[in-house]
């Protein structure tokens, strides 16, 4: 992966606009499928790019890639959505960065990140680089009912500020359990 790629779409808002790793630990908790398969995988990235269409319509010039990856590392779902002209490459780049916060954490990338900020930390001081990781939203663990050793899946969106990335990819598994 190239050390340097476009960042322009990941607007970070000031930090007391921003979700606590607590609150978003909590809302992780929350989002726990009753079964994970290739049929739920279609469903969840198809209810993700229904509610980035509903969200940004064409004339908005919006946006965004979704991806949903097993652990294990199968491609369940890709696709690009929204003005071709806003996506590209390096969203796929920050896919794969974002992935590897969850592969190796556990966690969600935006949580990772907030932790390290409010510890007023940098990725360096965890002996990480980026963009092999990137702690921003879009990335979000799908946990299964009964697994509790580490999730299986993440959805990972990249293209919208990373409040809006992750939000939507919450919002997809939401809309999947009907919360």
């Known amino acids: 992966m190239s050390s340097t790629f476009s960042s322009n779409h990941h607007h970070l808002r000031s930090m007391s606009a921003q979700p606590s790793s607590s609150t978003l630990a909590a809302e992780e908790a929350q989002l726990v499928l009753p079964s994970f398969t290739a049929e739920d995988a279609w ?7 229904e509610i980035f269409l509903e969200r940004f319509p064409p004339a908005s010039g919006r946006g965004a890639v979704i991806a949903i990856e097993s652990l294990t590392g199968h491609s369940l779902f890709r696709v690009a959505v929204g003005d071709e002209g806003k996506v590209g490459p390096d969203n796929w780049h920050w896919v794969a ?3 590897a916060v969850v592969r190796r954490f556990n966690q969600g990338s935006f949580r990772f990140g907030r932790t390290l900020a409010e510890k007023g930390k940098v990725l ?5 680089t980026f963009p ?3 702690p921003f939203g879009g990335a979000v663990p799908i946990w299964v009912k009964g697994v509790t050793v580490a999730p299986v899946a993440a959805i990972i969106v990249s ?12 919002d997809a598994i939401k809309k999947v359990l009907n919360l």
């Open 124 to 128: 360096a001081d965890r002996g990480l």
């Open 159 to 170: 293209g919208l500020t990373q409040e809006e990335d992750h939000e939507l990819a919450v």
């Open 97 to 99: 960065g974002k992935l």
């Open 43 to 49: 469903a969840l990235g198809t209810a993700a790019r």
């Open 132 to 134: 092999e990781y990137a």
